[in-house]
């Protein structure tokens, strides 16, 4: 058993702190930016240019996604507490919406093809999911369920004000839907794929994953105002893994027809 007693704040200088969670995020958005341009996918001033949009949908989103969805009783009572965005608290859902709509105002403006355009951001994705889980994990906020005593690797959170075993599912998080899925998301994305399919894998990959580490996380209130069997970040999943079993039927039938 493991106690978290990681400091939230990276550096501080007199009244102004830098914290572990938004250096996670910057960290991810210069990861890839490195590696998308290693790919080749756009121009770099391009490719600048559209990460900026990005994170403006994933900023924005994230936080509106986390009001609207998990803490909208909160932020009614506290609406200036939506704009402390380094103390954590970014919904993955909003931040997805608020990229999709990024990306599409961004296609439109620029004659691109958004699901083309997805399908050449998406493998760096799940790099920002392990990295802002981490920091979820550094903050010790959105705890696991209560584990077993004897579980080696349960931890207790007394900096945020619990002292029960918990599973780290930051950590599980951090290693399904951020590194395993990039690792599987970059070599299926090596090859030339039909268009979609990309988008559908991620979409698949992200939601199983998702899904699966909701069984071990500390259900969520949201907008229903209790917990129910099927978590909230369940529910929001089911359709990321329709939309992707569509997008990657859709691309097998155009395999099938070029044969």
Same mark, same amino acid.
């Given at each position: 058993? +493991?106690?978290?007693?990681?400091?939230?704040?990276?550096?501080?200088?007199?009244? $102004?702190?830098?914290?572990w969670?938004?250096?996670?995020? +910057?960290?991810?958005?210069?990861?890839?930016?490195?590696?998308?341009?290693?790919?080749?996918?756009?121009?770099?001033?391009?490719?600048?240019?559209?990460?900026?949009?990005? *994170?403006?949908?994933?900023?924005?989103?994230?936080?509106?996604?986390?009001?609207?969805?998990?803490?909208?009783?909160?932020?009614?009572?506290?609406?200036?507490?939506i *704009?402390? !965005?380094?103390? /954590?608290?970014?919904s993955?859902?909003?931040?997805?919406?608020?990229?999709?709509?990024?990306?599409?105002?961004?296609?439109?403006?620029?004659?691109?093809?958004?699901?083309?355009?997805?399908?050449?951001?998406?493998?760096v994705?799940?790099?920002?999911?392990?990295?802002?889980?981490?920091?979820?994990?550094?903050?010790?906020?959105l705890?696991?369920r209560?584990?077993?005593?004897d579980?080696p690797?349960?931890m $207790?959170?007394?900096?945020?004000?619990?002292?029960?075993?918990?599973?780290?599912?930051?950590?599980?998080?951090?290693?399904?839907?951020?590194?395993?899925?990039?690792?599987?998301?970059? *070599?299926?994305?090596?090859?030339?794929?039909?268009?979609?399919?990309?988008?559908?894998?991620?979409?698949?990959?992200?939601?199983i994953?998702?899904? /699966?580490?909701?069984? *071990?996380?500390?259900?969520?209130? /949201? !907008?229903?105002?209790?917990?129910?069997?099927?978590?909230? /970040?369940?529910?929001?999943?089911?359709?990321? $893994?329709?939309?992707? +079993?569509?997008?990657?039927?859709?691309?097998?039938?155009?395999?099938r027809?070029?044969?």
């Amino acid at each position: 058993m +493991f106690i978290h007693a990681l400091d939230p704040v990276a550096l501080s200088f007199g009244p $102004i702190a830098i914290r572990w969670y938004g250096v996670m995020y +910057f960290v991810a958005f210069l990861l890839a930016f490195f590696l998308l341009q290693r790919r080749q996918v756009l121009a770099k001033d391009v490719l600048e240019d559209l990460l900026f949009w990005l *994170f403006l949908g994933v900023i924005l989103g994230g936080r509106l996604g986390e009001a609207l969805f998990y803490q909208p009783a909160y932020f009614a009572q506290q609406p200036l507490e939506i *704009f402390k !965005i380094w103390r /954590g608290g970014l919904s993955f859902h909003g931040g997805f919406l608020g990229v999709l709509f990024a990306a599409w105002l961004w296609a439109r403006k620029n004659g691109m093809n958004c699901l083309e355009l997805m399908d050449k951001i998406a493998p760096v994705v799940p790099l920002g999911l392990m990295l802002g889980r981490l920091g979820n994990f550094i903050n010790g906020e959105l705890w696991g369920r209560l584990a077993p005593p004897d579980l080696p690797w349960a931890m $207790i959170f007394p900096l945020a004000g619990d002292a029960q075993p918990r599973h780290p599912v930051q950590l599980y998080q951090a290693s399904l839907e951020g590194a395993l899925l990039f690792f599987l998301l970059w *070599f299926y994305s090596a090859k030339p794929r039909p268009r979609g399919a990309v988008s559908g894998f991620f979409l698949l990959g992200y939601g199983i994953f998702r899904c /699966g580490a909701e069984f *071990f996380r500390e259900p969520d209130r /949201g !907008i229903f105002g209790q917990s129910y069997s099927v978590s909230m /970040g369940q529910w929001l999943s089911l359709p990321m $893994i329709l939309c992707g +079993f569509w997008l990657l039927w859709q691309a097998r039938r155009v395999l099938r027809a070029d044969a």
